[in-house]
């Protein structure tokens, strides 16, 4: 999907954390190698804090095989910012990723940041 957006200011952040009984380490350089872009941050959040943040509260909470898209500009503080879009799993929700941004790309045009 990213190659659609090439040359946009699109970020992309992958935060890996375990949740599955095979989550036991982090990511290897293979499953790293998943999303080989520029664009993209990978991380490792051993002890899901990016869940928590986003409202984990027990296992049946927890916040993963999940994507966001923010507007230009969103800055997370204690809690994230509100979404343009969100949804799981992200195989299945691809369709709408894409729309969310090519929508956040047009209203980024319409009023570049610090312009109303």
Do not use: C
């Not at 993209?40 to 509260?57: V, Y």
């Not at 027990?58 to 800055?75: E, F, K, L, Q, T």
């Amino acid at each position: 999907m990213m190659a659609e957006f090439a040359g946009e200011p699109v970020r992309i952040f992958v935060v890996w954390e375990p949740v599955l009984f095979t989550d036991w380490s982090s990511p290897s350089m293979a499953t790293l190698g998943r999303l080989a872009n520029a664009r993209a941050a990978q991380f490792w959040d051993k002890k899901r804090l990016i869940s928590h943040s986003m409202g984990e509260h027990d296992r049946g909470s927890v916040v993963w095989d999940y994507i966001a898209v923010y507007p230009v500009g969103a800055v997370w503080e204690e809690r994230p910012p509100q979404p343009l879009y969100d949804g799981g799993p992200v195989i299945r929700v691809l369709n709408e990723a894409r729309a969310a941004l090519v929508q956040a790309h047009k209203d980024n045009q319409a009023h570049p940041a610090g312009t109303k």
